[in-house]
């Protein structure tokens, strides 16, 4: 049982970095970078930005050393804690340890592309005429978001019960 429950977290981290790396792999070599294209009019577009910052491009003009340690060295410390939370909590509920491994997967993800590339590789926006609008994003993005609700679905189901 417990080799299952392990294979099963690094299985769901393992599809969310690679399947967001497998699309920040496409549009870099099919979409021209600083563009955009409509999907479905300008409400869902289509972009090929790279973010230097994280969230918005927050802290994208901080100086080297500050970028360094906010935007990969904080993130890479608070992932592994929660990777080894993950691992050693038996008593997750489902919702909470899918969303903990999407979390972390789409946290890997980005952090990998501001090591390797300096930047994140962001694509989407989604602009709903004034009602919801998005900044530009990733899978990697939208994972953590996933994750960032299951939890609190979790939370709230564990409340009720």
């Known amino acids: 049982m417990k080799n299952k429950r392990t294979l099963?977290?690094?299985?769901?981290?393992?599809?969310?970095?690679?399947i967001d790396q497998i699309s920040k792999f496409w549009i870099r070599a099919n979409v021209v970078a600083g563009s955009k294209s409509q999907i479905i009019g300008d409400?869902?577009?289509l972009h090929?930005?790279?973010?230097?910052?994280?969230?918005?491009?927050?802290?994208?003009?901080f100086n080297p050393i500050l970028?360094?340690?906010?935007?990969n060295v904080l993130p890479i410390v608070v992932l592994?804690?929660?990777?080894?939370?993950?691992?050693?909590?038996?008593?997750?509920?489902?919702?909470?340890?899918?969303?903990?491994c999407c979390i972390i997967g789409g946290g890997i993800a980005n952090i990998y592309?501001?090591?390797?590339?300096?930047?994140?590789?962001?694509?989407?926006?989604?602009?709903?005429?004034?009602?919801?609008?998005t900044g530009?994003?990733?899978?990697?993005?939208?994972?953590?978001?996933l994750g960032m609700g299951l939890l609190i679905l979790g939370n709230f189901k564990k409340k009720k019960a």
């Not at 090929?48 to 003009?61: H, M, R």
């Not at 090591?115 to 609008?133: N, P």
């Not at 530009?136 to 978001?145: C, E, K």
């Open 80 to 100: 592994t804690l929660v990777l080894i939370h993950v691992f050693r909590d038996k008593n997750l509920d489902k919702f909470s340890l899918i969303g903990f």
């Open 136 to 145: 530009i994003f990733n899978i990697a993005d939208m994972s953590v978001m």
């Open 43 to 45: 409400y869902f577009t």
């Open 113 to 133: 592309d501001r090591i390797i590339y300096k930047s994140v590789t962001d694509f989407w926006h989604i602009d709903l005429g004034g009602v919801f609008r």
């Open 8 to 18: 099963f977290i690094i299985l769901l981290v393992v599809f969310n970095i690679a």
């Open 48 to 61: 090929n930005v790279e973010n230097e910052g994280a969230f918005l491009g927050l802290g994208s003009d």
């Open 67 to 71: 970028k360094i340690i906010l935007l």
